[in-house]
């Protein structure tokens, strides 16, 4: 008599994540329907290699799907992630993260040919921690309407300096501002 193994949700995510991955196209078909689903989302792919963009998605979804297990390593290793996707660097807002994971899951949905409900509750339960951890290093500061505010009530006649303050990355603006608001 052999003993039943239950898989874990890391099991089967890890299991989709393979079927996908050997499937031809799926990233292919993960940016055309992330791209799709939404305006602002296909205007940051406009200049992308896309045969480097997969790899780099090969490479973020293993680190994803490790997270939980060797939270060190894989958080230490999503840093770069992290730290590139903030709003001082491709600005990647915490709510496009749903959109992002919600198209990856209509992707496997194509090329994984077991995918089905408790497969896409396994992907999202295991994925969740990493995610959250991405969009934790999406830091609230000044943003352009509050620069060009602050900058009218300190004079209204500062419309060209309150344009050239909200080119400035958002950590320069709010380190300016508290510095400021410190010696007053």
């Given at each position: 008599m052999t003993a039943t193994t239950t898989k874990t949700s890391h099991d089967l995510a890890r299991e989709s994540f393979n079927r996908c991955n050997r499937s031809d196209g799926f990233f292919d078909t993960f940016y055309t329907i992330l791209k799709s689903s939404n305006a602002d989302i296909a205007a940051m792919f406009l200049k992308t290699d896309f045969t480097?963009?997969?790899?780099?998605?090969r490479v973020a979804l293993e680190l994803m799907l490790m997270f939980e297990r060797d939270?060190?390593?894989a958080?230490?290793?999503?840093?770069k992630t992290r730290q590139s996707h903030n709003q001082d660097g491709l600005n990647i807002r915490p709510e496009l993260y749903d959109v992002w994971l919600d198209c990856l899951m209509e992707a496997c949905a194509v090329h994984d040919t077991e995918f089905d409900t408790q497969t896409e509750e396994a992907w999202r339960e295991v994925l969740?921690?990493?995610i959250n951890y991405l969009r934790s290093?999406?830091?609230e500061g000044f943003g352009d309407a509050e620069c060009m505010s602050y900058l009218r009530s300190i004079d209204p006649n500062l419309e060209t300096v309150a344009k050239a303050w909200c080119q400035l990355p958002v950590s320069v603006r709010?380190?300016?501002v508290?510095?400021?608001t410190r010696n007053t």
């Open positions: 480097k963009q997969n790899g780099l998605l939270g060190d390593a958080r230490q290793a999503l840093a969740l921690p990493s290093g999406y830091r709010t380190e300016i508290s510095k400021a």
